[in-house]
């Protein structure tokens, strides 16, 4: 890891640096608010208005991020049923489905990212990824052990199969969780002005989209000293700003609104060129399934898959 910056250099010295960054909070009033608001039996739904680049033209979809706390056993990286059952085996965690789907011409993409972070210190411990578009389907999986990354890679391509094993350096991260860690959901990932580099292993939405390995690169990320006002679909809000530059090339920026819950307002991380908040909502969508509940999708911002007719096929 390359030296952190901020405004506390020169007063710490930089491992104690590194540790503030890097490690959960001590139980606080802080932890206490997170668990208040995350452990209430509800999910986080936020909906985008999403721009992503395929095929080198920029394509108009949307996309939903639902965050949801929830056991997960350690030894099979799957949903508790039960967790009262062999509960040293039982890890409390943040799931994040995030879901894009847009056209490509004739036919449209759709895929799904989960992320399963620990609630404690917001590591990955699982990251599974699902792709469908009218070639065929793709599938992916990551479990994130202390030092090694435990990969499956399933697809219509022959040359993409792979089971694999690789080396997990000191504080790397998955591409995918930078959409939960940079919300600062117990503290803020940084410090106003405050910069860190870290090993990066790129997301499975851009292996797939670039037919890409899965390889480490590294990724330094900034945080603006000011807070600036942002408009989105869903309103105005203050936001802190975070830059993102990875090794590969690839540049971006997170907007996170300043106050709690700390949703992602805007982000531009390519291959996606955008996205925006629509709308959002504190619900159960799991028992929100029933004809008429699609009416909730207006408040997100989005439009249902398909829309039905008494007159219509």
């Given at each position: 890891?390359?030296?952190?910056?901020?405004?506390?250099?020169?007063?710490?010295?930089?491992?104690?640096?590194?540790?503030?960054?890097?490690?959960?909070?001590?139980?606080?009033?802080?932890?206490?608010?997170?668990?208040?608001?995350?452990?209430?039996?509800?999910?986080?739904?936020?909906?985008?208005?999403?721009?992503?680049?395929r095929y080198g033209q920029v394509r108009v979809g949307q996309a939903v991020m639902i965050y949801v706390t929830e056991p997960l056993r350690k030894s099979t990286r799957v949903k508790a049923d039960h967790p009262?059952?062999?509960?040293?085996?039982?890890?409390?965690?943040?799931?994040?489905?995030?879901?894009?789907?847009?056209?490509?011409?004739?036919?449209?993409?759709?895929?799904?990212?989960?992320?399963?972070?620990?609630?404690?210190?917001?590591?990955?411990?699982?990251?599974?990824?699902?792709?469908?578009?009218?070639?065929?389907?793709?599938?992916?999986?990551?479990?994130?052990?202390?030092?090694?990354?435990?990969?499956?890679?399933?697809?219509?391509?022959?040359?993409?199969?792979?089971?694999?094993?690789?080396?997990?350096?000191?504080?790397?991260?998955?591409?995918?969780?930078?959409?939960?860690?940079?919300?600062?959901?117990?503290?803020?990932?940084?410090?106003?002005?405050?910069?860190?580099?870290?090993?990066?292993?790129?997301?499975?939405?851009?292996?797939?989209?670039?037919?890409?390995?899965?390889?480490?690169?590294?990724?330094?990320?900034?945080?603006?000293?000011?807070?600036?006002?942002?408009?989105?679909?869903?309103?105005?809000?203050?936001?802190?700003?975070?830059?993102?530059?990875?090794?590969?090339?690839?540049?971006?920026?997170?907007?996170?609104?300043?106050?709690?819950?700390?949703?992602?307002?805007?982000?531009?991380?390519?291959?996606?060129?955008?996205?925006?908040?629509?709308?959002?909502?504190?619900?159960?969508?799991?028992?929100?399934?029933?004809?008429?509940?699609?009416?909730?999708?207006?408040?997100?911002?989005?439009?249902?898959?398909?829309?039905?007719?008494?007159?219509?096929?």
């Amino acid at each position: 890891m390359t030296p952190l910056r901020s405004g506390l250099e020169g007063r710490l010295p930089f491992f104690a640096l590194v540790i503030l960054l890097l490690l959960p909070a001590a139980p606080s009033q802080a932890a206490d608010a997170f668990s208040d608001h995350w452990h209430d039996g509800l999910a986080e739904i936020d909906g985008y208005r999403l721009r992503v680049e395929r095929y080198g033209q920029v394509r108009v979809g949307q996309a939903v991020m639902i965050y949801v706390t929830e056991p997960l056993r350690k030894s099979t990286r799957v949903k508790a049923d039960h967790p009262d059952v062999n509960p040293q085996d039982v890890v409390d965690v943040l799931k994040l489905n995030f879901v894009r789907d847009f056209q490509t011409g004739i036919y449209d993409y759709n895929t799904m990212t989960s992320v399963f972070s620990r609630t404690s210190d917001f590591e990955a411990m699982k990251v599974s990824f699902s792709s469908a578009e009218w070639c065929g389907h793709v599938y992916s999986e990551s479990i994130f052990q202390p030092t090694q990354v435990e990969i499956t890679i399933r697809s219509y391509f022959e040359n993409e199969n792979a089971s694999l094993e690789v080396d997990r350096p000191r504080h790397g991260i998955a591409e995918e969780e930078l959409f939960i860690r940079l919300r600062g959901l117990r503290q803020d990932f940084l410090p106003p002005g405050g910069s860190v580099r870290l090993p990066l292993l790129p997301s499975s939405f851009v292996q797939r989209l670039l037919h890409q390995a899965p390889e480490w690169t590294t990724v330094e990320i900034d945080r603006l000293p000011t807070e600036e006002r942002i408009e989105v679909p869903a309103g105005a809000f203050d936001a802190m700003i975070y830059k993102v530059r990875i090794a590969d090339g690839r540049e971006g920026t997170f907007a996170i609104e300043t106050e709690m819950p700390h949703r992602i307002l805007q982000w531009k991380l390519e291959p996606d060129v955008e996205g925006v908040l629509t709308g959002t909502l504190r619900t159960p969508y799991w028992n929100q399934h029933d004809e008429g509940d699609e009416a909730l999708l207006e408040k997100l911002g989005l439009s249902p898959v398909v829309s039905h007719s008494e007159t219509g096929p």
